[in-house]
């Protein structure tokens, strides 16, 4: 069994020995996962969660309110090259249209099919949901202008 507390071992040497290297480039963690299947590392006796101690590990900081997010959606990733450091109401929304496209419907109901949506940044919009909006201004626009 590995000796988990050995001063003798850089972060990045802790990170790499528990990894496997997936075809899409995921540095898959092989231990501990919570039960949100996140990492978890324990080192010099401390513990982290495992996508965050890799970060950190290859030299990037984490700004006072900002947090790691997953660019692959691999909860267990722990390639700093798939992670940023995001503001949380970020990191929120992107978990939100995650489940929303793992769900196969947007929050009113609409198929996600490759043709029902676009990308805007790393959201992903249902263009029925932009085209709803989009009448419903314009018919308000209207109303207006009739009245006035």
Not at 12 to 41: A, P, S, T
Request: contains cysteine.
């Amino acid at each position: 069994m590995p000796n988990y507390c050995n001063t003798n071992v850089t972060p990045i040497e802790r990170v790499m020995r528990d990894v496997v290297v997936l075809d899409n480039g995921c540095w898959q963690w092989q231990l501990k996962l919570d039960k949100d299947g996140y990492g978890q590392v324990t080192f010099l006796k401390e513990h982290f969660t495992a996508h965050v101690f890799s970060w950190v590990a290859h030299g990037n900081t984490i700004p006072v309110g900002e947090e790691i997010d997953h660019h692959c959606r691999n909860r267990g990733c722990v390639n700093p090259d798939h992670l940023e450091s995001v503001p949380h109401p970020i990191n929120m929304e992107r978990a939100h249209y995650d489940t929303m496209y793992d769900r196969g419907v947007c929050k009113q109901g609409h198929r996600l099919t490759p043709t029902n949506i676009y990308f805007q940044g790393t959201s992903i919009i249902c263009r029925t949901c932009t085209l709803d909006r989009t009448n419903a201004r314009h018919a308000r626009i209207r109303a207006e202008r009739e009245r006035g």
